[in-house]
C-alpha cells in the first residue's frame, strides 16, 4: 500500500492550496485518514480527521479554515485549506489506517509535501 501526498507549494497569506492524498495498492478498505504536518523544529501535530463515516475533526488552530474530505471510490483524502497564514507553514502528511484483512489494520503514512505561507 502507498499513500502518494500532493498539492503543496508557495502562497501568500489569506490564500489557499488543496492537497491530495491517493492511496494505491491491494487491501480491503480504508479506516481513518488523517493529515498532520511539522513545521520547522517542532513536533508532528494532527490536523484533521475522517473516518470511514465522514465524521471529522480539526485542530483548534485550522477550524472554520480547513476543511477534510474524501472520495471513497477513489481512496482519496484531500484537504483544503483557505485563509493560510504563515503559522501553517509545515509539511503536510496524510496518514491512512488500512484494513489489509478481516481482522488486521495497518496505518501508512505518505511522504510529505510542503507548503509554504509566506509574502
Known amino acids: 500500500v502507498q499513500l502518494q501526498a500532493s498539492g503543496g507549494g508557495l502562497v501568500q497569506p489569506g490564500g489557499s492550496l488543496r492537497l491530495s492524498c491517493a492511496a494505491s495498492?491491494?487491501?480491503?478498505?480504508?479506516?481513518?485518514m488523517d493529515w498532520y504536518r511539522q513545521a520547522p523544529g517542532k513536533e508532528r501535530e494532527l490536523v484533521a480527521t475522517?473516518?470511514?463515516?465522514?465524521?471529522?475533526n480539526y485542530a483548534d488552530s485550522v477550524k472554520g479554515r480547513f476543511t477534510v474530505s474524501r472520495d471513497i471510490a477513489k481512496n482519496t483524502l484531500f484537504l483544503q485549506m483557505n485563509s493560510l497564514v504563515p503559522e501553517d507553514t509545515a509539511v503536510y502528511y496524510c496518514?491512512?489506517?488500512?484494513?489489509?484483512?478481516?481482522?488486521?489494520?495497518?496505518?501508512?503514512w505518505g511522504q510529505g509535501t510542503l507548503v509554504t505561507v509566506s509574502s
Open positions: 475522517i473516518t470511514s463515516g465522514g465524521s471529522t
Open positions: 496518514n491512512a489506517r488500512v484494513q489489509l484483512s478481516t481482522y488486521y489494520d495497518y496505518t501508512y
Open positions: 495498492g491491494r487491501f480491503l478498505s480504508i479506516n481513518d
